[in-house]
Nanobody, 117 residues
Framework: QVQLVESGGGLVQAGGSLRLSCAAS????????MGWYRQAPGKQRELVAT???????NYADSVKGRFTISRDNDKNTVSLQLNSLKPEDTAVYYC???????????WGQGTQVTVSS
């Protein structure tokens, strides 16, 4: 079992920055991918960024060049640096981890990011 706890959300003006962090407890083993997703009101949850244990990253086109994902494998943490924020980035941001060996996905409880214009 894996538990994920996010932190770092909040209210920021357009053009500002935030840093989200996610701490995973439990057994993170084998090939795994950690990532951030977001869900805005009335919309489906969408991919923001993912990162493998080896550091390979993938970003949604809408955040490329503005957001940076990183992870610390020793501490089982994943972070998301959000720069040049736009009102359309407003959403609940969720951390997740996919354990490939057992094909299980775990989610955090989410953290609210609100960007005012």
């Amino acid at each position: 079992q894996v538990q994920l706890v996010e932190s770092g959300g909040g209210l920021v003006q357009a053009g500002g920055s935030l840093r989200l962090s996610c701490a995973a407890s439990g057994s993170i083993f084998g090939f795994n991918v950690m990532g951030w997703y977001r869900q805005a009101p009335g919309k489906q949850r969408e991919l923001v960024a993912t990162i493998t244990g080896g550091g390979s990253t993938n970003y949604a086109d809408s955040v490329k060049g503005r957001f940076t994902i990183s992870r610390d494998n020793d501490k089982n943490t994943v972070s998301l640096q959000l720069n040049s924020l736009k009102p359309e980035d407003t959403a609940v941001y969720y951390c997740n981890v996919h354990l490939a060996l057992v094909n299980r996905i775990y989610w955090g409880q989410g953290t609210q990011v609100t960007v005012s214009s």
